[in-house]
């Protein structure tokens, strides 16, 4: 996992177990920019998949990752933390 977040271009953040209840529990999401500036949403569930294209909807998922990412460990401390569980001082 350490391996996958050294580019500069990748962000980790973890969500502790111990948290509370946090606004992305349906399951993965890509929040995609086009380079007209168009915005999209990926999301998963167990069976099938959502391209989200609608702005309102792109909007909701933006403010719950936005929550989501608020609630997480910052990426610094996620991979501290990826480090400590690995055994480096």
């Not at 502790?16 to 920019?33: I, K, M, Q, V, Y």
């Not at 086009?34 to 609608?54: F, H, I, K, V």
């Not at 990752?65 to 480096?88: C, I, V």
Request: glycine share 6%; with cysteine; net charge negative.
């Amino acid at each position: 996992m350490l391996e996958h977040t050294a580019p500069r271009n990748v962000t980790l953040q973890i969500m502790l177990t111990d948290a509370e209840f946090h606004s992305c529990l349906d399951g993965p999401l890509r929040l995609l920019e086009t380079p007209q500036g168009r915005r999209l949403a990926y999301s998963e569930w167990q069976e099938n998949g959502r391209l989200t294209a609608g702005s309102k909807d792109v909007s909701l998922l933006c403010r719950r990752y936005d929550t989501l990412s608020s609630q997480a460990l910052d990426p610094k401390d996620s991979r501290g933390l990826l480090e400590r569980l690995r055994g480096e001082p």
